[in-house]
């Protein structure tokens, strides 16, 4: 008791000596740590119970965590939010361990806190940095604000397959896309200062190539080629470490016969040691022990083992380290090491937290309003994939509005919303009240609605479709609101459809009958599947996703032409489930097409080509491009082009540069973006837009990792609105 008071009052003053660097401070904690304590850093337990309240009598798991945690058993916990909670618990880890190391508090704030942006691949579609960072700082004040320190955020896997239902977290199939907006997300949620109490420090996840589960089964084996590791997978987290995240997550999958929480090559070889990662490695929630499902470790010791040999710092859900990591240590001197140097780097982590200092330190702010960030974020996500000239609604139209998400105010929300409220989202009919006339179609979600649980959805009752066509059959226009609910994407919501359900097909059917202009406005937390009778016969499709809190209103306005049509797409969108996995950025084949005969490289029953290309999106005006022009330099090349707005109303256009490369030794994807920019024009005006190629982002690497430069072949530049369209130019490097 005694030794404990003496460390207690000697802590403050070790840790507060602001005039030594965090290293030297980390060393004089870590002098004073026992074995049991350093291994104690590095398990994370999700919230074990009301710690405001007294404890539950009788409940051994609590108990057992309670001890863990006052022996100083649990280095950071997540799933605890809420001031009173924190602070209640931080008081626990300050008063009642023997060295008072304060905790961290992680959480999942992946599009919002409680106010709720949009899903992260609909902020993707923006392709808007700053807006994307600007919604990330927003997520990040009100987070912390509320206790919060650690976000597990942003996810940067890249997937060119719909099938998996996490496509909604990420930011689509596109490296150079995925790789800025990761930088984009990882400022946002950090700052310049982590510990400046309204940041997060951020964690890039899933470490490495959870976007390619097999058949788009989410926590499925992964099959990639070591280019598509490289190449695609890698890219992002790169640039993600080079902007300062602090922390990486493993992944749930494996691949080559090993699972990533297990794969030392990954994360020492690749994470570490190449692209020079100092900081804290968490396993993903009891990633760990699935190495035991996964076949691949025996028990739980051995997986612990692994995953400590394999660079894993923390151990989120799995108990592994916390049961046998004080064995392990003892048993191997490089074990012990191995444990004080994950020690090492938390302690390195709540020293730049500022929770060494001030443990507290997340538990003063009053709540931000970030609404008009949430309402932002909305209006730049939503695309625009067709318009036969009905939008933007003109004033004087009569507006009918069905659909089963039109008044829904909790499907809209997206996946991930630990911290907002359920039915808490402005829905698309409360935003046009008393403007349009609102008739409640079919539901779709009829049961539970429940972040773990599967939805039951309607699969036959179309009675109210007819009422609600009835009533709004002599409105000029008729705007559906279909698509899938929240929870049909995210974690462990595959889907092996993507089309509407045959409930919501019943409605656009009769819609269409009525003969009137429809418009689809279509929630989602994916490409989904529109089959061609409905893409032909709407007259207008807006892709809307899970817009968030302020969806309701930012929709209205972007319908209604308030606000402009914004968004281009971040991933390829298929005509069928047949042509997954499809991105526009795949190898040319031996045997292109098309040819008279069959034997070349296509389907027989559906053109290659997909439903709407990347970086597709209308616009309310409409662009022209001409004069591309081409100019070395010594650093690459500089690409000017102009774009001229043809149309009657300002508006924006994202101007993409893709390369292709051929001749040099190696494959190259047929196109790959390597630049965009946004320009604002005014109507019938014109600018001249100017896009860098740095002559190192023609490099790539070959499968041993190893970068290649492009120095001899055919080099082709394409400028132009979308991955399809554009003006080409084209030159031969050393012929
Ligand atoms: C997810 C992670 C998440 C973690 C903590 C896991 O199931 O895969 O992305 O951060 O849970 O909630």
Same mark, same amino acid.
């Given at each position: 008791?005694?030794?404990?008071?003496?460390?207690?009052?000697?802590?403050?003053?070790?840790?507060?000596?602001?005039?030594?660097?965090?290293?030297?401070?980390?060393?004089?904690?870590?002098?004073?740590?026992?074995?049991?304590?350093?291994?104690?850093?590095?398990?994370?337990?999700?919230?074990?119970?009301?710690?405001?309240?007294?404890?539950?009598?009788?409940?051994?798991?609590?108990?057992?965590?309670?001890?863990?945690?006052?022996?100083?058993?649990?280095?950071?916990?997540?799933?605890?939010?809420?001031?009173?909670?924190?602070?209640?618990?931080?008081?626990?880890?300050?008063?009642?361990?023997?060295?008072?190391?304060?905790?961290?508090?992680?959480?999942?704030?992946?599009?919002?806190?409680?106010?709720?942006?949009?899903?992260?691949?609909?902020?993707?579609?923006?392709?808007?940095?700053?807006?994307?960072?600007?919604?990330?700082?927003?997520?990040?004040?009100?987070?912390?604000?509320?206790?919060?320190?650690?976000?597990?955020?942003?996810?940067?896997?890249?997937?060119?397959?719909?099938?998996?239902?996490?496509?909604?977290?990420?930011?689509?199939?596109?490296?150079?896309?995925?790789?800025?907006?990761?930088?984009?997300?990882?400022?946002?949620?950090?700052?310049?200062?982590?510990?400046?109490?309204?940041?997060?420090?951020?964690?890039?996840?899933?470490?490495?190539?959870?976007?390619?589960?097999?058949?788009?089964?989410?926590?499925?084996?992964?099959?990639?080629?070591?280019?598509?590791?490289?190449?695609?997978?890698?890219?992002?987290?790169?640039?993600?470490?080079?902007?300062?995240?602090?922390?990486?997550?493993?992944?749930?999958?494996?691949?080559?016969?090993?699972?990533?929480?297990?794969?030392?090559?990954?994360?020492?070889?690749?994470?570490?040691?190449?692209?020079?990662?100092?900081?804290?490695?968490?396993?993903?929630?009891?990633?760990?022990?699935?190495?035991?499902?996964?076949?691949?470790?025996?028990?739980?010791?051995?997986?612990?083992?692994?995953?400590?040999?394999?660079?894993?710092?923390?151990?989120?859900?799995?108990?592994?380290?916390?049961?046998?990591?004080?064995?392990?240590?003892?048993?191997?001197?490089?074990?012990?090491?191995?444990?004080?140097?994950?020690?090492?780097?938390?302690?390195?982590?709540?020293?730049?937290?500022?929770?060494?200092?001030?443990?507290?330190?997340?538990?003063?702010?009053?709540?931000?309003?970030?609404?008009?960030?949430?309402?932002?974020?909305?209006?730049?996500?939503?695309?625009?994939?067709?318009?036969?000239?009905?939008?933007?609604?003109?004033?004087?139209?009569?507006?009918?509005?069905?659909?089963?998400?039109?008044?829904?105010?909790?499907?809209?929300?997206?996946?991930?919303?630990?911290?907002?409220?359920?039915?808490?989202?402005?829905?698309?009919?409360?935003?046009?009240?008393?403007?349009?006339?609102?008739?409640?179609?079919?539901?779709?979600?009829?049961?539970?609605?429940?972040?773990?649980?599967?939805?039951?959805?309607?699969?036959?009752?179309?009675?109210?479709?007819?009422?609600?066509?009835?009533?709004?059959?002599?409105?000029?226009?008729?705007?559906?609101?279909?698509?899938?609910?929240?929870?049909?994407?995210?974690? %462990? #919501?595959?889907?092996?459809?993507?089309?509407? *359900?045959?409930? @919501?097909?019943? !409605?656009?059917?009769?819609?269409? &009958? $009525? +003969?009137?202009?429809?418009?689809?406005?279509?929630?989602?937390?994916?490409?989904?599947?529109?089959?061609?009778?409905?893409?032909?016969?709407?007259?207008?499709?807006?892709?809307?996703?899970?817009?968030?809190?302020?969806?309701?209103?930012?929709?209205?306005?972007?319908?209604?032409?308030?606000?402009?049509?914004? %968004? #281009?797409?971040?991933?390829?969108?298929?005509? *069928?489930?047949? @042509?997954?996995? !499809?991105?526009?950025?795949?190898? &040319? $084949? +031996?045997?292109?097409?098309?040819?008279?005969?069959?034997?070349?490289?296509?389907?027989?029953?559906?053109?290659?080509?997909?439903?709407?290309?990347?970086?597709?999106?209308?616009?309310?005006?409409?662009?022209?491009?001409?004069?591309?022009?081409?100019?070395?330099?010594?650093?690459?090349?500089?690409?000017?082009?102009?774009?001229?707005?043809?149309?009657?109303?300002?508006?924006?256009?994202?101007?993409? !540069?893709?390369?292709?490369?051929?001749?040099? +030794?190696?494959?190259?994807?047929?196109?790959?973006?390597?630049?965009?920019?946004?320009?604002?024009?005014?109507?019938?005006?014109?600018?001249?837009?100017?896009?860098?190629?740095?002559?190192?982002?023609?490099?790539?690497?070959?499968?041993?990792?190893?970068?290649?430069?492009?120095?001899?072949?055919?080099?082709?530049?394409?400028?132009?609105?979308?991955?399809?369209?554009?003006?080409?130019?084209?030159?031969?490097?050393?012929?």
């Amino acid at each position: 008791m005694r030794f404990k008071f003496l460390v207690l009052s000697l802590l403050p003053g070790l840790l507060a000596a602001q005039v030594k660097p965090v290293a030297a401070r980390v060393d004089s904690v870590l002098a004073l740590m026992t074995l049991q304590e350093l291994v104690g850093q590095t398990n994370q337990y999700n919230g074990f119970w009301n710690a405001t309240g007294p404890l539950p009598v009788g409940n051994d798991w609590v108990e057992q965590r309670v001890r863990a945690l006052k022996q100083g058993g649990v280095g950071s916990v997540l799933n605890v939010a809420g001031v009173n909670q924190v602070r209640a618990l931080q008081k626990v880890a300050i008063e009642e361990t023997r060295l008072g190391i304060p905790l961290i508090f992680g959480l999942d704030v992946i599009h919002g806190y409680q106010t709720l942006t949009p899903i992260p691949l609909a902020e993707a579609a923006s392709w808007d940095l700053e807006a994307i960072q600007n919604s990330a700082r927003a997520a990040a004040r009100e987070a912390t604000a509320d206790g919060i320190n650690w976000t597990f955020a942003p996810m940067v896997d890249i997937s060119r397959d719909p099938r998996w239902g996490r496509v909604m977290e990420g930011a689509g199939e596109d490296p150079y896309l995925g790789s800025r907006i990761a930088e984009a997300r990882v400022r946002g949620f950090q700052g310049d200062d982590l510990s400046d109490p309204s940041t997060l420090a951020a964690c890039l996840k899933h470490f490495a190539g959870y976007g390619f589960a097999v058949a788009g089964r989410d926590y499925h084996t992964t099959d990639y080629s070591a280019h598509t590791l490289y190449n695609w997978i890698l890219p992002p987290f790169e640039a993600g470490v080079k902007a300062g995240a602090a922390t990486v997550m493993n992944a749930f999958s494996a691949a080559n016969g090993i699972p990533a929480t297990g794969d030392s090559a990954l994360v020492w070889g690749e994470l570490r040691r190449r692209m020079g990662f100092t900081g804290v490695v968490v396993s993903d929630w009891g990633s760990m022990g699935e190495m035991i499902a996964h076949g691949y470790a025996a028990d739980v010791r051995d997986a612990a083992h692994r995953a400590l040999i394999a660079g894993c710092d923390i151990d989120m859900e799995s108990d592994g380290y916390l049961r046998y990591g004080v064995e392990l240590a003892r048993r191997n001197p490089a074990d012990s090491i191995r444990f004080r140097e994950a020690a090492r780097r938390i302690l390195s982590l709540k020293f730049q937290l500022g929770l060494m200092d001030d443990p507290y330190r997340y538990c003063g702010a009053s709540q931000p309003d970030v609404r008009t960030d949430a309402y932002e974020m909305a209006v730049k996500s939503s695309v625009l994939l067709k318009n036969s000239g009905v939008l933007p609604l003109a004033s004087g139209l009569r507006v009918g509005l069905t659909g089963p998400f039109a008044a829904e105010k909790n499907g809209v929300l997206g996946n991930w919303r630990v911290s907002a409220k359920d039915q808490s989202a402005q829905s698309l009919a409360e935003a046009v009240a008393g403007t349009w006339t609102y008739a409640a179609s079919s539901p779709h979600s009829v049961g539970q609605e429940a972040f773990h649980a599967e939805l039951t959805l309607n699969q036959t009752d179309t009675r109210a479709n007819d009422a609600a066509i009835k009533a709004l059959r002599k409105h000029d226009v008729l705007v559906l609101a279909v698509g899938e609910h929240g929870y049909e994407s995210g974690e %462990g #919501r595959s889907r092996a459809s993507l089309r509407l *359900s045959a409930v @919501q097909q019943d !409605l656009v059917r009769k819609a269409l &009958a $009525t +003969g009137k202009s429809v418009v689809l406005v279509v929630y989602a937390g994916r490409p989904l599947v529109l089959e061609p009778w409905i893409q032909d016969g709407a007259a207008a499709i807006l892709w809307a996703w899970q817009p968030g809190t302020l969806g309701g209103s930012a929709l209205a306005d972007v319908l209604t032409g308030r606000r402009e049509a914004y %968004g #281009r797409l971040p991933m390829t969108f298929p005509r *069928s489930e047949g @042509q997954i996995p !499809l991105s526009y950025d795949g190898y &040319a $084949t +031996g045997r292109p097409g098309p040819k008279p005969e069959v034997f070349w490289s296509h389907y027989t029953d559906e053109p290659n080509e997909p439903a709407f290309p990347f970086g597709f999106g209308l616009s309310y005006t409409s662009f022209a491009y001409r004069d591309l022009e081409v100019t070395p330099s010594p650093e690459g090349w500089s690409a000017t082009v102009t774009v001229r707005n043809n149309g009657t109303r300002a508006g924006s256009d994202v101007v993409q !540069l893709y390369v292709g490369r051929q001749g040099n +030794g190696q494959l190259y994807p047929t196109k790959s973006l390597k630049g965009f920019k946004r320009v604002i024009l005014e109507p019938g005006s014109e600018a001249r837009v100017r896009l860098e190629l740095p002559r190192e982002a023609l490099t790539q690497r070959d499968g041993q990792g190893r970068t290649v430069a492009f120095t001899r072949g055919t080099l082709t530049i394409t400028v132009g609105p979308n991955s399809r369209e554009g003006l080409t130019w084209t030159t031969t490097l050393n012929p």
